[in-house]
């Protein structure tokens, strides 16, 4: 049986895992952990039997305690309890499924404790790279990477280790709003930025991929998972999303990872590499495929996607600022507090306010983080 625990369970990641885990009988979940959604976690708990759960407020665990009172299991919260699930003695994997920066820390001790990671948690990378990598470099630990383009390069590389790659080329769809110009944009409703043309994903994620934020953070992702240079990666538009990345080598040859947009398949994947398993699903049927289409990205319209590549080039703390921005930002968005355009406006005025720190110690990452939250606070 192999042991796994998941940072963010009631998340698309975390549910879809789930899933993973249901259709094969050979995983064991030992601990959960998620945010609010305590019905679901209950419903988790009761399913999958895990020894240890926890949610990031107390109130919310005392209220799951009084549910699954009938079971043997420990409910914890807060930093201490997302540590404990990451920590747990017998798991080998750990799923970071959770949305955020909270991911980083857990992330750092469940590598300290010798557990692989299944990595679904871009912040982790894009903040914190140059002290993970490292890390679990040391630790001989596994970075397994889930998002799909992130997996597609992963198994493209399979078998090359010894070859130069010349250029990783990541795909996108293009997000809802693909060909529009910034002028069509300027009445965009939190419902238009949640109509992702191929993906069911969740909403924050949703709104990232409609401003191509969601990809700047892969490009700055990549550059730490695959040791390349961030002028080394670039975006390519796939919109039927069928193509989820390629690695180019000096060759000139082209490797790429073909598939249907199922989140399963790279999930399962990071699960039991270096072993395929069959999983249930659509296969790809060229005959009807009929064609593929590439686009080059708009970085006038979606200018999120060159700061990103800005930041990912300067590094240091510019990175955290990017992303700490971002997250703030379509916090604000998806309460209706400001506009859908002043997403990437106020990512912007944050980097160019900011004093790089060019080796930022985790402290110096959350205090970073701290300092870009109370300026989008104070613009109000």
């Not at 807060?78 to 747990?88: D, H």
């Not at 971002?326 to 916090?331: D, G, M, R, S, T």
């Given at each position: 049986m192999k042991k796994i625990a998941i940072l963010g369970s009631t998340g698309s990641i975390?549910?879809?895992?789930?899933?993973?885990?249901r259709e094969n009988k050979d995983i064991e979940v030992l601990a959960l952990a998620a945010g609010s959604n305590i019905r679901l976690l209950e419903k988790q708990i009761r399913e999958f039997g895990p020894r240890l759960a926890a949610v990031w407020e107390e109130e919310s665990a005392k209220e799951l305690r009084s549910l699954v009172a009938d079971l043997d299991v420990e409910i914890l919260s807060?930093?201490?309890?997302?540590?404990?699930?990451?920590?747990?003695e017998e798991t080998e994997i750990l799923v970071t499924a959770i949305v955020g920066m909270i991911g980083i820390r857990p992330t750092i001790e469940a590598i300290k404790a010798g557990k692989d990671i299944a990595l679904a948690n871009k912040e982790t990378l894009v903040t914190a790279g140059h002290i993970i990598m490292p890390l679990a470099k040391e630790k001989n630990v596994s970075v397994l990477p889930v998002d799909s383009e992130h997996s597609a390069i992963f198994q493209s590389l399979r078998g090359n280790g010894e070859n130069a790659v010349h250029k990783i080329l990541l795909?996108?769809?293009?997000?809802?709003?693909?060909?529009?110009?910034?002028?069509?944009?300027?009445?965009?409703?939190?419902?238009?930025?949640?109509?992702?043309?191929?993906?069911?994903?969740?909403?924050?994620?949703?709104?990232?991929?409609?401003?191509?934020v969601n990809k700047g953070l892969e490009v700055m992702e990549a550059r730490w998972l695959f040791d390349v240079e961030i002028d080394q990666i670039q975006v390519v538009i796939q919109p039927q999303s069928v193509i989820h990345s390629m690695v180019e080598y000096e060759d000139g040859a082209v490797m790429a990872q073909l598939g249907t947009p199922d989140m399963k398949l790279p999930i399962q994947y990071a699960l039991y590499y270096p072993k395929r398993r069959y999983l249930k699903g659509s296969r790809l049927d060229f005959w009807s495929l009929a064609r593929l289409d590439f686009?080059?990205?708009?970085?006038?319209?979606?200018?999120?996607?060159?700061?990103?590549?800005?930041a990912g080039r300067e590094g240091g703390s510019l990175p955290?600022?990017?992303?700490?921005?971002?997250?703030?930002?379509?916090?604000?968005?998806?309460?209706?507090?400001?506009?859908y355009l002043e997403i990437t406006e106020i990512i912007e005025d944050c980097m160019r306010a900011h004093k790089n720190i060019k080796n930022p110690t985790l402290e110096e990452i959350l205090t970073v983080e701290a300092g870009v939250y109370e300026r989008i606070k104070s613009r109000r």
């Open positions: 975390g549910t879809q895992t789930l899933e993973v885990v807060g930093m201490e309890g997302l540590i404990r699930v990451s920590v747990l795909t996108a769809s293009g997000g809802p709003f693909r060909g529009k110009k910034q002028e069509e944009l300027l009445d965009i409703r939190v419902e238009d930025a949640l109509k992702h043309p191929n993906w069911s994903m969740g909403q924050k994620i949703t709104i990232d991929s409609s401003t191509m686009e080059k990205p708009d970085m006038d319209t979606f200018y999120a996607l060159s700061l990103a590549y800005e955290t600022v990017f992303n700490a921005a971002n997250e703030l930002a379509v916090k604000q968005f998806l309460n209706r507090e400001i506009k």
